[in-house]
């Protein structure tokens, strides 16, 4: 029986290859869901890999959000695994395309990030916090996964969702990067309490989320201000400002509680709402100095998610079923030679 727990919880260890795990699905509030993994090529199960999950913008996909937030190359770099899910309230046979009954250009596609965002998922009340824990929980099953340092990011209504994530579920994440997403004015979440290291891009020509806010949406020095107080920041003016261009420029605090470094880096999107930053008149790679924030921080919450089978140790564990059962049989042969002599 042990060694076929040895057996399972090996085979478990390389249930993911390398490469792009497609469509892959879970049903949460009786919702078939999907999401897309991408395990780089360094990855067999060996060592347990930090976990991104990048989440798309309304009426986008999670194709859309592999393909251009750079976080994809940047895993073969950097050797972390990568989880793009996706948002309702598409088709109904083709999840990721916009659903033009609703009249509604922008309309799909969406998660529930709360107050006013996003789309149908808001309308709808949908339960997307706990389809991004279900999301992790599965891929930390089929996967070798660091659970101290999973990270949520992602543009827009993913950078919205990014705020609500690390606001209700530190307990999953160890630190956030919310894209284009400011806090919402009327949004009144329930946080858990534990504070979290968060960096946030917001544009400054963004016309979609206003860099100095309008009825909906905080300015984001508003929002800066709203997490270092949540993160229990002191100092009275940011402990780093650092200069990316003419333009550019980050500025973060690092006295804050649990080392939860609070951050605001100003950029130019160079589309012509100025919203899409992952494209942007800085020449910032934004997944590079987005990982190069998240990969400093483990997880600060006292419950991390739970891990069915201590992988980490296993083959500790198998060597020693294994070397004991070798030795037994072995010890059982000189017994019986010496009392036949």
């Known amino acids: ?37 991408y395990v780089p090529d360094s990855y067999d199960g060996s060592l347990a890999y930090p976990l991104v999950v990048d989440i798309h913008g309304l009426g986008s996909n999670k194709t859309a959000q592999r393909l251009t937030s750079g976080m994809r190359p940047l895993s073969e770099l950097e050797n972390f695994i990568v989880a793009y899910p996706q948002g309702l309230y598409g088709l109904p046979n083709a999840p990721e395309e916009r659903n033009p009954v609703t009249g509604f250009p922008l309309e799909g596609p969406s998660f529930n990030a709360g107050g006013v965002c996003c789309g149908a998922a808001e309308e709808n009340g949908t339960d997307d916090i706990g389809f991004v824990r279900a999301m992790v929980e599965a891929i930390n099953a089929a996967s070798h996964i660091d659970t101290t340092r999973v990270y949520v990011t992602g543009l827009s209504n993913g950078g919205f969702m990014s705020h609500r994530l690390a606001c209700e579920a530190p307990d999953i994440f160890a630190a956030a990067v919310p894209l284009a997403a400011s806090t919402l004015q009327n949004l009144n979440m329930d946080c858990a309490q534990q504070p979290i290291p968060i960096l946030t891009f917001q544009g400054l020509t963004d016309s979609l989320v206003p860099y100095d806010g309008n009825i909906i949406y905080k300015s984001a020095h508003e929002s800066l201000e709203a997490w270092k107080q949540y993160n229990g920041c002191t100092s009275p003016t940011p402990d780093v400002i650092e200069t990316i261009s003419d333009t550019a420029f980050c500025e973060t605090y690092n006295s804050c509680s649990n080392s939860a470094d609070t951050g605001l880096c100003s950029v130019t999107g160079s589309d012509a709402a100025g919203h899409f930053l992952y494209q942007n008149e ?13 990969q400093q921080h483990q997880i600060l919450s006292e419950n991390p998610i739970n891990v069915s089978v201590p992988i980490v140790h296993v083959w500790t564990v198998c060597s020693l079923i294994i070397f004991s059962i070798i030795f037994s049989k072995a010890n059982n042969r000189r017994v019986k030679k010496s009392a036949k002599l």
């Open 1 to 37: 029986m042990a060694l076929g727990l040895c057996v399972t919880s090996l085979g478990a260890l390389a249930n993911y290859s390398s490469g792009l795990q497609l469509n892959e699905t879970l049903t949460h509030d009786s919702e078939v869901r999907y999401y897309d993994v």
């Open 282 to 294: 800085d020449g910032i790679d934004l997944a590079e100095k987005a990982w190069h924030f998240m």
